[in-house]
């Protein structure tokens, strides 16, 4: 079975720096899926950014970033430019590709943001 | 705005009651999914649904039970509700394809008295 490691429960960041949230995870797979996703206090869970382990280049979407070391099984998740909406907490998840798509993900316990004004 | 929509924000139940909590979605999507959310713990899955009437058994299945008699709308049951179950519900829909990422709806919050 998969799993999924996050070690920072909490993090607090000044507004406008940038913050990494790290995220580590267990598998004996070689091609698999990997997401952040961020649930706001409004809690609507929405996704971050998404990458294929096949591919070696990190995902990027505009001020998000990932780091992806697959012989580590890291996948850390770095913020530029903190704004007071990236406030959220921010769940790593995995999945492995299932032959009829009906793939499931496992997630880590999640990481607390805080950004500071 | 495509959406996944589910019947309550808020709902508060007594021990031994029957719980019904429904999710639907205006996408077409095949696979539907229902996880609880709890601190310290993340999400865990309960049940999931890639077809009309059909169900698979996720992570933490006992004391529930679900039913999708149509594409759109899956149902999480709690047969004879206990206050373990007291938790936060998030239902998620997916298209029947490989790495596809997950739409979830806005979260039930369900206390069990």
């Known amino acids: 079975a998969q799993t999924v490691t996050q070690s920072q429960p909490e993090m607090s960041v000044q507004e406008a720096e940038t913050v990494t949230l790290s995220c580590t995870y267990d598998t004996s797979e070689n091609n698999y899926y990997l997401f952040w996703y961020k649930q706001p206090p409004s809690r609507q869970m929405i996704l971050v950014i998404r990458?294929?382990?096949?591919?070696?280049q990190n995902a990027t979407e505009n001020r998000f970033s990932v780091n992806f070391q697959k012989a580590a099984k890291s996948f850390s998740l770095k913020i530029s430019d903190s704004q007071l909406g990236d406030t959220a907490m921010y769940f790593c998840?995995?999945?492995?590709?299932?032959?009829?798509?009906?793939?499931?993900?496992?997630f880590g316990t999640g990481t607390r943001l805080t950004i500071i004004p | 705005d495509v959406k996944v929509t589910q019947s309550s924000r808020y709902l508060v139940k007594r021990t031994g009651e029957k719980v019904f909590l429904e999710c639907v979605q205006d996408m077409d999507h095949e696979n539907m999914f229902w996880y609880r959310q709890d601190p310290g713990l993340g999400l865990r899955l309960i049940y999931f649904s890639y077809d009309v009437k059909m169900k698979e058994k996720g992570d933490i299945p006992e004391g529930y039970s679900v039913s999708r008699e149509k594409k759109e709308r899956f149902s999480l049951i709690l047969e004879s509700a206990s206050t373990n179950q007291t938790s936060m519900y998030l239902c998620?829909?997916?298209?029947?394809?490989?790495?596809?990422?997950?739409?979830f709806g806005p979260g039930t919050r369900l206390t069990v008295l």
């Open positions: 998840a995995f999945m492995k590709p299932l032959d009829f798509g009906n793939e499931k993900l496992t």
């Open positions: 998620a829909s997916s298209l029947f394809a490989s790495g596809r990422s997950k739409l």
């Open positions: 990458q294929e382990a096949y591919k070696q």
